[in-house]
């Protein structure tokens, strides 16, 4: 299998970047990982996210309904504000609270493990690369990469897409996970790192925890019907939130997709293809940065993925001034709106002959 690598014999970019950033922290005299406003952020969060639970079964139908709705929204502030900077080691200096704030993806229904591999170790390094980044794999269903193969449905993805999204959690925590699980590989690419016996204890035991909480439970209580509607109301929010933060970073019309030669070798250095291959969005939107954790300053992100989303407002002004010295494009969208709108013109691009 090819190996990937980067353009990386010099490194003017990334030197820049890192010397700016760097020179930042020294001046301001403060830490790198969270703040006090990141923790009372991620208390509010666990605190709708319980709230919104017991809901299930103090309200009466269609009102519980609501709460595994909005249930579905605080398990995707979970994920974007306490489990990603805690899987990126940036949610506190110590480690083990890195690891528990990394393991709530556990507790909300796929696996850490694997999304250290999927994520950390594969789409970062390799963003929009087909071969690697199983953010633009769809298993044919969707044509979001030009190195992909078109079919003639394709033509109409930018549209049956809206239907796929609220499926995307679903998919991704019983069919994505196994698969890693039994294949030891994300897209082309093995993992670096392969389950060791403690590892699968956890992924097996999380698994059963999941539908133990989520189905088993509350189907005790209140029903299988009611139970199984509420848990397709939770994962359609959960799912259309997952798909769109991650897509309009990466899947839109101003990102670019770059294809390694025959030798696996990518054209970029390492922070250039950052560059090309990711967009901020909504950057001056406060409620944006609160609720998806940053993750609207992903070009930041990509640069510095082991300094918390706290700073990200800060370094995007930093990325923008160096980037300007360099003579190299920060691809952005003003609002979320204008992203999506790019995103489903790619998308359109895409599906067309």
Same mark, same amino acid.
């Given at each position: 299998?090819?190996?990937?690598?980067?353009?990386?014999?010099?490194?003017?970019?990334?030197?820049?970047?890192?010397? !700016?950033?760097?020179?930042?922290?020294?001046?301001?005299?403060?830490?790198?990982?969270?703040?006090?406003?990141?923790?009372?952020?991620?208390?509010?969060?666990?605190?709708?996210?319980?709230?919104?639970?017991?809901?299930?079964?103090?309200?009466?139908?269609?009102?519980?309904?609501?709460?595994?709705?909005?249930?579905?929204?605080?398990?995707?502030?979970?994920?974007?504000?306490?489990?990603?900077?805690?899987?990126?080691?940036?949610?506190?200096?110590?480690?083990?609270?890195?690891?528990?704030?990394?393991?709530?993806?556990?507790?909300?229904?796929?696996?850490?493990?694997?999304?250290?591999?999927?994520?950390?170790?594969?789409?970062?390094?390799?963003?929009?690369?087909?071969?690697?980044?199983?953010?633009?794999?769809?298993?044919?269903?969707?044509?979001?990469?030009?190195?992909?193969?078109?079919?003639?449905?394709?033509?109409?993805?930018?549209?049956?897409?809206?239907?796929?999204?609220?499926?995307?959690?679903?998919?991704?925590?019983?069919?994505?996970?196994?698969?890693?699980?039994?294949?030891?590989?994300?897209?082309?690419?093995?993992?670096?790192?392969?389950?060791?016996?403690?590892?699968? !204890?956890?992924?097996?035991?999380?698994?059963?925890?999941?539908?133990?909480?989520?189905?088993?439970?509350?189907?005790?209580?209140?029903?299988?019907?009611?139970?199984? $509607?509420?848990?397709?109301?939770?994962?359609?929010?959960?799912?259309?939130?997952?798909?769109?933060?991650?897509?309009?970073?990466?899947?839109?019309?101003?990102?670019?997709?770059?294809?390694?030669?025959?030798?696996?070798?990518?054209?970029?250095?390492?922070?250039?293809?950052?560059?090309?291959?990711?967009?901020?969005?909504?950057?001056?939107?406060?409620?944006?940065?609160?609720?998806?954790?940053?993750?609207?300053?992903?070009?930041?992100?990509?640069?510095?993925?082991? $300094?918390?989303?706290?700073?990200?407002?800060?370094?995007?002004?930093?990325?923008?001034?160096?980037?300007?010295?360099?003579? $190299?494009?920060?691809?952005?969208?003003?609002?979320?709106?204008?992203?999506?709108?790019?995103?489903?013109?790619?998308?359109?691009?895409?599906?067309?002959?």
């Amino acid at each position: 299998m090819t190996s990937l690598s980067h353009n990386n014999a010099q490194r003017p970019l990334q030197t820049a970047l890192g010397n !700016a950033v760097n020179g930042y922290f020294q001046q301001q005299n403060i830490a790198k990982t969270g703040d006090t406003a990141l923790y009372r952020k991620a208390t509010i969060i666990l605190f709708m996210h319980i709230t919104s639970y017991t809901c299930f079964f103090l309200l009466a139908e269609p009102y519980s309904w609501l709460a595994w709705a909005f249930h579905g929204f605080t398990t995707a502030l979970v994920g974007f504000n306490i489990m990603h900077d805690g899987a990126h080691g940036s949610f506190t200096k110590n480690k083990k609270i890195n690891s528990l704030a990394a393991h709530t993806f556990n507790i909300i229904g796929s696996n850490a493990f694997y999304w250290k591999q999927k994520h950390n170790l594969n789409h970062h390094p390799y963003t929009n690369v087909a071969a690697a980044d199983e953010d633009i794999e769809a298993f044919g269903l969707l044509r979001m990469s030009p190195d992909k193969p078109r079919h003639w449905f394709h033509r109409w993805q930018h549209i049956y897409v809206w239907a796929l999204y609220p499926l995307t959690s679903l998919f991704w925590f019983f069919v994505l996970d196994f698969l890693a699980y039994f294949n030891q590989k994300i897209v082309d690419q093995e993992f670096s790192q392969k389950y060791q016996a403690k590892d699968s !204890a956890i992924f097996w035991l999380s698994k059963a925890f999941y539908l133990t909480a989520y189905l088993f439970i509350p189907a005790h209580f209140l029903g299988w019907e009611t139970v199984i $509607i509420g848990f397709l109301c939770l994962h359609a929010v959960m799912g259309v939130l997952f798909a769109v933060v991650f897509q309009l970073a990466h899947v839109v019309d101003k990102t670019e997709f770059p294809q390694p030669d025959e030798h696996g070798n990518l054209p970029y250095e390492w922070a250039a293809h950052q560059l090309a291959t990711t967009a901020d969005f909504a950057p001056k939107s406060k409620f944006t940065t609160w609720c998806v954790g940053g993750l609207n300053f992903q070009v930041e992100h990509h640069l510095f993925p082991r $300094i918390s989303h706290t700073h990200y407002p800060k370094l995007h002004k930093i990325v923008r001034e160096v980037c300007a010295q360099e003579n $190299i494009e920060h691809r952005e969208y003003p609002t979320v709106w204008q992203a999506i709108v790019g995103h489903v013109k790619h998308l359109k691009s895409m599906g067309q002959a």
